[in-house]
């Protein structure tokens, strides 16, 4: 299964940008997450997914982020809202534990 990030972008502080990750084969069976990887760091969870009744986020999006999944499309997608500058990074998705091979991600640049 190859993993293909898009949609993300430059965008100010306090706005909103939605992630899409299209699968070439089905991950029906895996929780899926969006990794993160800013600038210096160290790849992070940010969100993860089993189903729409599973899910978990870390502190600093919760509230402000939403992972979703559609198992028909092969597709998982991330809606990130009151964006901050420290959100800035490369947008990774993958399965967890993350063992698929790693696609190009997309870059999320959020200005002050």
């Known amino acids: 299964v190859q993993l293909q990030a898009s949609g993300g972008g430059l965008v100010r502080a306090g706005g909103s940008r939605r992630l899409s990750c299209a699968a070439s084969?089905?991950?029906?069976?895996?929780?899926m997450a969006w990794y993160r990887q800013g600038p210096g760091n160290q790849r992070e969870v940010v969100a993860r997914?089993?189903?729409?009744?599973?899910?978990y986020y870390i502190k600093s999006v919760e509230g402000r982020f939403t992972i979703s999944r559609d198992d028909a499309k092969n597709s998982v997608y991330l809606q990130m809202n009151s964006l901050k500058p420290e959100d800035t990074g490369t947008y990774y998705c993958?399965?967890?534990?993350?063992?698929?091979?790693w696609g190009e991600g997309t870059l999320v640049t959020v200005s002050s």
């Open positions: 993958n399965k967890v534990p993350p063992t698929l091979p």
């Open positions: 084969g089905s991950v029906y069976s895996y929780e």
């Open positions: 997914i089993r189903s729409s009744a599973n899910r």
